[in-house]
């Protein structure tokens, strides 16, 4: 069964340094995501991504961040100067079409760990 | 805004037992709601969602979910607890119309513990 590939599982890094989070989407798969789970807490939306650009992205998604898809398989999100609070989960997410009844799918996630 | 909330942090239950986790949905329009499960150390795999049709849907494993639009409830079920399904378990919204992207709001999540 096709999936979403994350790398790296856990990375740990200095404040302040740029962190690069690396997704390889489904193949067929459209729409791609990002998402980040602080520990304990929900979920939370990041940004979304579709032909090139950027389709949405919250609040949380600031000019630290930047997303991009440098080839036809990998989709990866930079942080550019990490702060403590960035310390979560990050999972990327694909879709066949944006807009549908259809579900995401989800990787396994990259644990950023920042000291 | 939207919003899910999930009351329970936690719930037990004992191998054998029916189990329910409990969601409620704040959303103008209709809802697309979904259940996603978090395994340890894994990532989030798609359950089950409710779209249109019929107000209880089935799913992976053995789970359904019945929506219910008066309460704005969609509450994950399964008749039988396996000691398998300990896990964390997110229920997550999405509207049907407005909104360029397939983005959902989910819930805190609630843990899930089967006691043999």
């Known amino acids: 069964e096709p999936e979403v590939t994350q790398t790296p599982s856990h990375q740990v890094t200095q404040m302040g340094q740029e962190v690069i989070l690396r997704c390889v989407p489904i193949?067929?798969?459209?729409?791609f995501y990002w998402y980040r789970q602080i520990l304990g807490q929900k979920v939370e939306f990041l940004v979304s991504?579709?032909?090139?650009?950027?389709?949405?992205k919250s609040e949380i998604f600031d000019d630290q961040f930047s997303v991009e898809r440098p080839d036809g398989s990998n989709f990866t999100l930079k942080i550019r100067s990490t702060k403590l609070e960035d310390s979560a989960m990050y999972f990327c997410?694909?879709?066949?079409?944006?807009?549908?009844?259809?579900?995401?799918?989800f990787g396994e996630g990259s644990r950023l760990t920042v000291l | 805004a939207q919003s899910v909330a999930q009351p329970e942090d936690q719930v037990n239950v004992a191998e054998g037992n029916p189990l329910t986790v409990k969601c409620t949905y704040s959303?103008?329009?209709?809802?697309?709601l979904f259940w996603y499960v978090q395994y340890p150390n894994r990532g989030l795999q798609f359950l089950l969602k409710?779209?249109?049709?019929?107000?209880l849907v089935k799913g992976s494993y053995g789970f359904e979910a019945e929506f219910n639009k008066s309460q704005t409830s969609f509450h994950l079920k399964k008749p039988s607890a396996l000691v398998s399904d300990s896990a964390l378990y997110f229920c997550?919204?999405?509207?049907?119309?407005?909104?360029?992207?397939?983005?959902?709001?989910f819930g805190t999540g609630t843990l899930l513990a089967v006691q043999p």
């Open positions: 997410a694909s879709s066949v079409s944006g807009w549908d009844t259809g579900e995401l799918f």
């Open positions: 193949s067929n798969h459209l729409y």
């Open positions: 991504f579709y032909n090139n650009e950027i389709s949405e």
């Open positions: 959303v103008s329009g209709n809802p697309y």
């Open positions: 409710y779209i249109t049709g019929d107000n």
């Open positions: 997550a919204v999405r509207k049907t119309a407005g909104g360029a992207t397939n983005k959902l709001i």
